[in-house]
């Protein structure tokens, strides 16, 4: 999956940096509308994408990989020739500083496709929805850590409680959940890079996968003379399933941008828990993964670290505030 994008820094995926309506006109009631009907829609779509993948097969997780990238890029290139964006693409490409930031994303973000991908289509979804719940957590702290900036004393105590989740949840699955791991920490970089380098997404997406499209391509070159392609030596329906990885990837990813810049920060604050719900229902219910009662344990820590973490950010946005 792309992972859906934290709202305070947004699978699908990316973190993009919402515009608050009171920093500009006043939004309408039927702006506000659209914005929460966008907001769900991209959530709701990320939160259903452990459905998507499975049908990719027999193709591996490396080959849907390669194909998320190259025709993300394709969707993308679509995209910025309509909005005539060239000059936008170029401005990055001149810009070393950006540039290099964007390339440090394009690995981010391959890892973070690639993880997801295998676990969902390994039936780990549960722990893929692990991830996404802890990933404000974790970008919370790489704000601290990296950026010096000042964590709250609630803040404090939902990271403190979320740590001991992970350590009951290490004691449940008899190993470090480190899908769910990978997930948030490569997410929360991922999301500190696009930060940094504060481009828009329609260049942002396109620079990034022409980063890692040479090897995506080459990879789908090689399986082609390997004779293990899956793509176009499938059903025709694998072959359309795999090329709407582009359209899958970009489609929400504008539903996203489409609600930050319409709705305060803190509604799609609570709208981005939507994608790790629905992933967490999918696994109990339509993977049948099996769910232990120390595994409903950690769980439930977890969910008790976001609630004091997401009252915490109510009371002190800056709605609450004024």
Request: hydrophobic share 40%; proline share 8%.
């Given at each position: 999956m792309t992972a859906p994008p934290a709202a305070p820094t947004g699978p699908g995926p990316e973190p993009a940096r919402p515009t608050r309506p009171s920093?500009?006109?006043?939004?309408?009631?039927?702006?506000?509308?659209?914005g929460l009907l966008a907001g769900v829609t991209a959530y709701v779509l990320w939160g259903f994408f452990p459905l998507y993948f499975p049908l990719l097969e027999p193709a591996s997780a490396l080959e849907i990989l390669a194909h998320r990238i190259v025709w993300s890029l394709v969707v993308s290139v679509l995209l910025v020739m309509a909005t005539r964006g060239w000059a936008k693409v170029r401005a990055v490409l001149a810009n070393r500083r950006q540039l290099g930031l964007l390339v440090a994303a394009s690995v981010?973000?391959?890892?973070?496709?690639?993880?997801y991908i295998w676990a969902v289509n390994s039936n780990q979804v549960v722990e893929t929805a692990l991830g996404y719940f802890i990933n404000p957590l974790i970008s919370v702290l790489m704000g601290v850590v990296?950026?010096?900036?000042?964590m709250r004393p609630w803040q404090w105590a939902a990271f403190g409680v979320a740590t001991l989740a992970v350590v009951v949840l290490t004691a449940a699955y008899g190993r470090l959940p480190w899908i769910a791991l990978v997930l948030a920490f490569s997410f929360g970089t991922y999301g500190l890079c696009k930060k940094l380098a504060g481009?828009?997404?329609v260049p942002s997406l396109a620079v990034e996968t022409a980063v890692t499209f040479p090897l995506a391509l080459g990879f789908l070159i090689y399986l082609q003379v390997q004779g293990t392609l899956v793509f176009g030596h499938s059903s025709l329906a694998n072959t359309l399933l795999l090329f709407g990885c582009g359209i899958i990837t970009v489609g929400p990813l504008l539903a996203f941008n489409a609600a930050a810049t319409r709705i305060p920060l803190s509604v799609l604050?609570?709208?981005?828990?939507?994608?790790?719900?629905?992933?967490f229902i999918l696994g109990i219910t339509v993977f049948a993964e099996h769910m232990p009662a120390e595994r409903w344990v950690g769980f439930g820590i977890v969910w008790v670290a976001l609630a004091i973490f997401t009252i915490d950010g109510i009371r002190n946005s800056p709605r609450s505030a004024g």
């Open positions: 920093a500009g006109p006043v939004p309408t009631a039927s702006s506000l509308r659209s981010l973000i391959s890892v973070n496709w690639g993880t990296l950026l010096r900036e000042r481009v828009e997404s604050g609570l709208l981005q828990y939507l994608t790790p719900i629905l992933q």
